[in-house]
């Protein structure tokens, strides 16, 4: 049985697919357009999973796109009939990528011949499941999770029309109890604070979670007005007040595939608020009191919306999926906030998973087939063999040196101890928008300079944004309030104030770190090269931060090689190849 599944004319675009229930690759399909966010056809995300599959398409039994045009589709043209006429170009772009969707299959017959095999159409539109968005995500988090059964929470922007859903997950089952319709959204109300705070861009939010430890949340009381909670269904609105007409469209995909986000806050949200910030004007105490306050709202309704599900369900495990569920501060406080005891997030909580939980939902709700291992494993991503480098560095005249495995792992935390900066390319990538080893740039987590070393040197980022630490799991314990297992980089727990210290350079202004927890047996070199720093410092950690440039994750050893060389990081590790400045 073998199972393709696309996300396609939306943000973070992405394929997966499984054979016999095992998923064998998915990767997004920005790391081969080097677009962040890339909201085309993923045409080359979908060559990739089926050359790693070794198939070609007629020989996949189903494709699952992570959209259903039809999903609330009365409530949908409600929506339009009581709109005035300045929606249309709105409804013409959204009604353009419907289309887009429904007709997947004629993309489809666009790839590389060699990847169609004997198909025709009708055969191939025959194959296509169309799995409503949140549904996606839902099962994403659920099917992949190690329970049996728990409650289920959706939460993103806007996906078919839904920007919240909860709901129970049962063996291979998935019941929706409730939603909430486009446009009452937690994320555009994020999206909003995060662009009147001067970062415009999509997908800027996360800045706002890194700059909100500096901030006191002074303004909590008044965001109230901007969302309402609702007691009786443990869900929310917002006050349109304080928005751009939601007529008028909240994301746009132009001609060039990459999302776009007009200024969605109102009039009325900088006559409460004060006036966005501008470009390059200096982050004030307000910015930051701001940011602050928007974080502590946003983990509030988070938590509201958690506790009355779990009053609803009796359950103490959950699943949660969504661009929301990227905010990992507010993750690492469900269990100390609401009744839930247990919580599972995918390494692509965010859009691109869409693929992969439409591939599941298939596999599992449609065709009632039983359910896998749980995915503790990222690493399902682009790979390459040494041999492959070596051809590369000859051909760039490149001076390197490859050593075996004991060399290369003295050398390198020898290098790491000695202040060094190092590009690590070890394996397969990471699927979802964090590095876990695959692709990181590492650094010791002991240097109170680190941050500064690596803005340098570079990442070239806001210098309040926050470097994550790599653990080994046998020690989160000794280092963290919080014991968790957290393979994917989701959850921010607080660090024991004795080892603040220790660790600086991982270690929030806050006194939190993003926690990566390292597993042996799931990634076992990234845990040998921690280990041997350990062995050598008696600290089981690295700092480590995704392996780019302001760019998508590197994803070959070309683009890795580049961003070493227009970058001052002392040392670059192509598996078992290592050049050094």
Request: hydrophobic share 40%; charged share 25%.
């Amino acid at each position: 049985m073998i199972i393709l599944g696309i996300n396609a004319y939306h943000a973070d675009s992405s394929a997966a697919i499984f054979v016999n229930g095992k998923m064998i690759a998915a990767i997004e399909e920005e790391r081969f357009r080097r677009v962040k966010h890339w909201a085309g056809f993923p045409n080359l995300a979908i060559e990739f999973c089926l050359k790693e599959a070794g198939v070609s398409l007629d020989k996949v039994d189903h494709i699952a796109i992570g959209r259903d045009p039809a999903a609330k589709f009365f409530k949908k043209m409600m929506f339009v009939a009581r709109q005035p006429l300045g929606s249309l170009s709105m409804i013409a772009n959204r009604f353009g990528n419907a289309k887009k969707v429904a007709n997947i299959y004629k993309d489809l017959l666009t790839l590389d011949p060699s990847f169609l095999g004997t198909i025709n159409a009708t055969d191939l539109s025959k194959k296509v499941h169309q799995v409503e968005h949140h549904r996606s995500h839902i099962a994403s988090a659920f099917f992949a999770s190690p329970y049996e059964e728990a409650a289920v929470l959706s939460i993103d922007g806007s996906g078919d029309f839904t920007t919240t859903m909860i709901g129970v997950g049962k063996g291979n089952k998935i019941e929706v109890l409730d939603s909430v319709d486009f446009p009452h959204s937690l994320g555009i109300f994020y999206t909003a604070f995060t662009q009147l705070l001067g970062f415009p861009h999509y997908g800027d939010e996360y800045k706002v979670m890194g700059l909100a430890p500096y901030g006191n949340p002074q303004y909590v009381d008044k965001l109230r007005d901007v969302v309402k909670l609702d007691n009786t269904n443990g869900l929310f609105k917002l006050n349109f007040d304080y928005f751009r007409p939601a007529n008028k469209g909240y994301i746009f995909y132009g001609e060039d595939h990459i999302p776009a986000a007009p200024v969605i806050y109102s009039d009325k949200m900088v006559s409460v608020f004060g006036k966005p910030r501008e470009k390059n004007e200096p982050l004030s105490q307000y910015h930051k009191d701001m940011a602050a306050s928007v974080q502590r709202f946003t983990e509030e309704v988070i938590f509201h919306i958690l506790t009355h599900l779990h009053k609803r369900t009796g359950l103490d495990k959950v699943c949660i999926a969504g661009g929301v569920a990227q905010n990992s501060v507010a993750n690492g406080k469900i269990t100390r906030n609401t009744p839930f005891k247990q919580v599972y997030i995918p390494s692509a909580g965010h859009d691109a998973g869409i693929s992969m939980g439409a591939a599941l939902y298939v596999q599992h709700h449609k065709l009632n087939l039983p359910r896998q291992q749980p995915i503790w494993n990222a690493y399902t991503g682009s790979t390459f063999v040494n041999d492959e480098i070596e051809k590369l560095l000859n051909d760039r005249s490149i001076s390197y040196r490859r050593l075996s495995d004991d060399e290369l792992f003295e050398t390198v935390s020898n290098r790491l101890v000695n202040a060094g900066v190092v590009g690590w390319f070890s394996g397969r990538a990471e699927f979802g928008p964090r590095a876990l080893g695959g692709r990181s740039i590492l650094a010791d987590p002991r240097r109170s300079d680190a941050k500064d070393l690596l803005n340098a040197k570079i990442k070239r980022r806001e210098s309040f944004r926050p470097f994550a630490p790599s653990i080994l799991k046998e020690y989160v314990d000794e280092y963290f309030e919080v014991n968790d297992v957290v393979p994917f980089m989701e959850k921010v727990f607080p660090i024991k104030k004795e080892k603040h210290t220790a660790i600086p350079a991982v270690t929030h202004v806050d006194g939190t770190g993003r926690l990566q927890t390292v597993d042996k047996e799931v990634s076992p070199r990234y845990y040998r090269l921690i280990e041997t720093f350990r062995q050598k410092t008696g600290v089981p950690i690295l700092l480590n931060t995704s392996f780019n440039e302001n760019e998508p994750i590197v994803n070959t050893p070309v683009e890795a090689l580049e961003c070493f060389l227009r970058t001052n990081m002392d040392m670059l590790v192509l598996e078992n190849c290592v050049i050094e400045r």
